[in-house]
């Protein structure tokens, strides 16, 4: 509990807001990020929802474990399209089949293809 009281904290300081704006931003009482600050209650999922919807740079996976980074950037932009995979499936020099093949993208996504039955 202690990192992502650090990490809000750390939000605050990047968003350059006090406690109760932050509070205020989220739509939560000012007395529960006091609370949550000083170390005297945990965050609940609804807060924790809360915080990742109000801010698009936050990530809820560095929110909650600390993985990725802050600000959060998209890798990829929302008008690039995935580029297209070839789906013919052929016959191998040895007699295998392609059962599936697996197409990993760099924003973390994949898309499987499997063979149909003949």
């Known amino acids: 509990m202690e990192n992502i ?3 809000i904290e750390k939000m605050l300081d990047y968003y350059e807001l006090s406690a109760s704006s932050f ?4 739509n939560v009482p000012r007395s ?10 945990k965050p609940s999922l609804e807060f924790v929802m809360k915080v990742v919807e109000a801010f698009s740079e936050v990530n809820l996976y560095w929110l909650l474990y600390g993985k990725g980074t802050f600000p959060y950037k998209e890798t990829t932009l929302p008008d690039q399209k995935k580029p297209p995979v070839e789906t ?9 089949h392609s059962q599936k093949v697996i197409v ?6 994949f898309e499987e293809y499997h063979q149909k039955p003949s």
């Open 32 to 41: 529960s990020i006091s609370h949550l600050l000083k170390g005297r209650n």
């Open 88 to 96: 013919k499936i052929e016959k191998t020099a040895h007699n295998k």
């Open 5 to 7: 009281v650090k990490r």
């Open 104 to 109: 990993l993208y760099s924003d973390g996504t």
């Open 23 to 26: 509070a205020d931003k989220i």
